[in-house]
């Protein structure tokens, strides 16, 4: 790893290139853009070696940016920032949760059909994911698939268990089931992007997406980031789907996020190191399904009640 002789590591903090018009096109037509080598190796070294040390399962490594350094510089002095709001057409960005995924050697973690809209805290045009890959991926280890334009057809669908067991009992008020998309595969627009450490994949929240298998000797890493932009407002959602569950965010449906807010902070334009949050008294737990996450102390104790 480059160390810069003032101990400051030398890794792309701003974009490498310009967005494109076309890549800018191509994201509000098909929902999602892939960019190549946005995060030079020595994020992704970095990150990899971060990934490693942190406990958990497949979908159980979340809110990471509060405790591990590596993930902060990436969140608040990175381009990925810069990123988003430029494909969103937003002036500031602000981020929900970061997540890192990753599907060990020769792991059945099936990422079943879904979006991401149903997890997130926040509604508005401007919300997005990010997903940035840390290892090679293609079919084999466990890329990610796409239906283009699934971000347009105005439907919202409850998401399933990340473990392969089928559906949740329950379906949401103003949600539907999702559909069978793998037995009718022929009828939809599915793109999948072979990916190389640095790429970087962005998708509106609301486009579906899924994954298969790890079927090779190595870990697929990657994190994926929930963005939102200028028009996002906090949005209460139904509890007991994921890790926000375990966050009490202070805001009711329709309030915008304050820039400084604790948990959901604003990350563009960048900010000074000295006023990145540093959310207090938060510790690591065992979750309900064995998941290890970032939790308020209080929250199992909500969690159990709800
Ligand atoms: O990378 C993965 O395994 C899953 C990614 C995903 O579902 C997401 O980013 O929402």
């Known amino acids: 790893m480059v160390q810069l002789s003032n101990g400051i590591r030398n890794m792309n903090r701003d974009l490498v290139r310009a967005i494109t018009q076309e890549e800018i096109e191509t994201f509000r037509e ?6 190549r080598g946005m995060f030079d190796p020595e994020w992704c070294d970095r990150l990899r070696d971060a990934a490693d040390t942190i ?16 993930f902060r510089e990436l969140v608040f002095d990175s381009p990925a920032g810069e990123i988003a709001a430029t494909l969103m057409g937003s002036e500031t960005l602000g981020i929900m949760i ?13 990422t079943p059909w879904h979006h991401d809209q149903p997890y997130y805290q926040m509604q508005g045009k401007q919300v997005c994911g990010m997903w ?27 998401p399933d268990p990340f473990d392969g067991t089928g559906h949740f009992e329950s379906v949401h008020d103003g949600r539907e089931r999702i559909l069978d998309i793998d037995a009718d595969r022929d009828n939809y627009d599915i793109v999948m992007f072979e990916t190389e450490p640095g790429d970087c994949i962005v998708d509106y929240a609301t486009i579906l997406h ?4 790890n079927t090779t000797d190595t870990p697929r890493r990657a994190i994926t980031y929930a963005l939102f932009g200028d028009d996002a ?5 139904p509890p007991s789907r994921g890790v926000e569950d375990t ?8 309030d915008r996020f304050p820039p400084d807010h604790e948990l959901a902070p604003r990350i563009w334009p960048k900010r000074p190191r000295e006023t990145w949050p540093s959310p207090k008294e938060w510790a ?17 104790d909500r969690l159990g009640s709800s």
């Not at 159980?60 to 590596?70: N, Q, T, V």
């Not at 940035?132 to 409850?158: P, Q, T, Y």
């Open 247 to 254: 966050r009490e965010l202070g805001l009711k449906t329709g």
């Open 30 to 35: 098909d929902g999602v853009v892939c960019l």
């Open 284 to 300: 690591y737990t065992e979750g309900a399904e064995g998941d290890f996450v970032a939790v308020q102390p209080d929250a199992v």
């Open 210 to 213: 899924a994954a298969g298998d």
């Open 233 to 237: 407002r906090f949005l209460e959602i």
């Open 55 to 70: 406990p958990g399962n497949y979908s159980g490594r979340a809110f990471l940016w509060p405790f591990y350094e590596p």
């Open 132 to 158: 940035i890959g840390l290892d090679k991926c293609d079919a084999s280890n466990g890329a990610v698939e796409w239906i283009k334009g699934s971000h347009k057809w105005d439907r919202m669908f409850e």
């Open 98 to 110: 970061d997540i890192c995924f990753i599907k060990d050697p020769h792991s059945t973690s099936l």
